[in-house]
T-cell receptor
Framework: DAGITQSPRYKITETGRQVTLMCHQT?????MFWYRQDLGHGLRLIYY???????DKGEVPDGYVVSRSKTENFPLTLESATRSQTSVYFC?????????FGPGTRLLVL | GQQLNQSPQSMFIQEGEDVSMNCTSS?????WLWYKQDPGEGPVLLIA?????ELTSNGRLTAQFGITRKDSFLNISASIPSDVGIYFC???????????FGTGTRLTIIP
């Protein structure tokens, strides 16, 4: 099906472990984004990418790494997970002014 | 950085009532967007606004781009149960690829 998919949908990990959240879009949109959503903070931008091999920091990039070797994929890696990274993570792609969001990944760091 | 104040944070209304919510920014935006998020899902775009003073409708939803370009309003008329969810405003300034999101308004319909 066309759209944005995220995997896994739910993840439990432990402090210090590396975790990678996957994002895949079928539209070939140039721009892709990673947000985290926490109570009281709304959606905060972690990283974004204008095209393959072009990435840039957002509002809260510390502790995260991204890559974009292919237009359709934009994985987000937590190199050493911390409890403060417990959150819901949304991937999005953009066409013109419209951002299309994936269903989200709920991450719990114990 | 840019900040968006969205109010109210939550609303409890009865079915059939009209709803109003707004966002104000500390800086000027060139684009205002309104999204709705259902439980367990990602936000979905409802309305996009591109010019100061613009008034745009999408069914029972009407949104306005404030004249000062620092605020935007969303109205929902004759609310129905499927309107329940969290509504987010978002703004984008000229030359900026990033959206700034408000903290959301949670709408609950009381039976």
């Amino acid at each position: 099906d066309a759209g944005i998919t995220q995997s896994p949908r739910y993840k439990i990990t432990e402090t210090g472990r590396q975790v990678t959240l996957m994002c895949h879009q079928t539209w070939s949109h140039s721009y892709m984004f990673w947000y985290r959503q926490d109570l009281g903070h709304g959606l905060r931008l972690i990283y974004y990418s204008a095209a393959a091999d072009i990435t840039d920091k957002g509002e809260v990039p510390d502790g995260y790494v991204v890559s974009r070797s292919k237009t359709e994929n934009f994985p987000l890696t937590l190199e050493s997970a911390t409890r403060s990274q417990t959150s819901v993570y949304f991937c999005a792609s953009r066409l013109a002014e419209t951002q299309y969001f994936g269903p989200g990944t709920r991450l719990l760091v114990l | 950085g840019q900040q968006l104040n969205q109010s109210p944070q939550s609303m409890f209304i009865q079915e059939g009532e009209d709803v109003s919510m707004n966002c104000t920014s500390s800086s000027i935006f060139n684009t205002w967007l309104w999204y709705k998020q259902d439980p367990g899902e990602g936000p979905v775009l409802l309305i996009a606004l591109y010019k100061a003073g613009e008034l745009t409708s999408n069914g029972r939803l009407t949104a306005q781009f404030g004249i000062t370009r620092k605020d935007s309003f969303l109205n929902i008329s004759a609310s129905i149960p499927s309107d329940v969810g969290i509504y987010f405003c978002a703004g984008r300034s000229f030359g900026n690829e990033k959206l700034t999101f408000g903290t959301g308004t949670r709408l609950t319909i009381i039976p």
